[in-house]
């Protein structure tokens, strides 16, 4: 059982927009902690896709966007390709735990 | 450019132990707090423990305490991960990250990871 939720799969068209959302509880998300977003390509480690809710690192394409809305976070994809298929998990830090916190994984299926 | 290398992985007993290393280049560890997060086989991301830029803080995941010790060595830029009283729920691929610097809480570069697999 994660700390934060996360639906277990989405899927969309080539060229579509697909949201994943993250919803977590006080004290993690929604109070002073970021949420981040985490891209796994089939067989490979984790990759920074969006940190600090709504920030992309140098390298990661304009479609990927974050938001926050109270205490739940989203991932937008948008002009979905082929390469997107991926899993994708949300990560932030519980206060109440001392530790840090994933999502249980949203894998996208590119129809 | 960043790279973290796990090492260390393989096929243990239950109740043994087994120790982790992450090497790290292209950046000055001494600066950087670092985390060991494992993956399950078929399974999400579970954080497992961290360890502050200095050596002076470290947390554990419940599912971890007691049983496995973090500790790094800057001057040789290694973290190992001490894991004693190894359980079957303990395999996974391990990988070690390093939490930004800019953006606390985050986790801007991993390894690739290393196979543990707990078997009798």
């Known amino acids: 059982q994660s700390v934060l939720t996360q639906p277990p799969s989405v899927s969309g068209a080539p060229g579509q927009r697909v949201t994943i959302s993250c919803t977590g509880s006080?004290?993690?998300?929604?109070?002073?902690?970021?949420v981040h977003w985490y891209q796994q390509l089939p067989g490979t480690a984790p990759t920074l896709l969006i940190y600090g809710n709504t920030n992309r690192p140098s390298g990661v394409p304009d479609r990927f966007s974050g938001s926050m809305s109270g205490n739940s976070a989203s991932l937008a994809i948008t002009g979905l390709q082929a390469e997107d298929e991926a899993d994708y998990y949300c990560?932030?830090?519980?206060?109440?735990?001392?530790?840090?916190?994933f999502g249980g994984g949203t894998k996208l299926t590119v129809l | 450019q960043v790279h973290l290398v796990e090492s260390g992985g393989g096929v243990v007993q239950p109740g043994r132990s087994l120790r982790l290393s992450c090497a790290a280049s292209g950046f000055t560890l001494s600066s950087y707090a670092i985390h060991w997060v494992r993956q399950a086989p078929g399974k999400g991301l579970e954080w497992v423990a961290f360890t502050l830029y200095d050596g002076s803080n470290e947390y554990y995941a419940d599912s971890v305490k007691g049983r496995f010790t973090i500790s790094r060595d800057n001057s040789r830029n290694t973290v190992h991960l001490q894991m004693n009283s190894l359980r079957a729920e303990d395999t996974a691929v391990y990988y070690c990250?390093?939490?930004?610097?800019?953006?606390?809480?985050?986790?801007?570069?991993w390894g690739q990871g290393t196979l543990v697999t707990v078997s009798s």
């Open positions: 990250a390093r939490e930004s610097a800019t953006v606390g809480g985050s986790f801007d570069f």
């Open positions: 990560q932030s830090f519980d206060s109440s735990l001392s530790a840090w916190v």
């Open positions: 006080s004290p993690n998300i929604g109070t002073d902690y970021h």
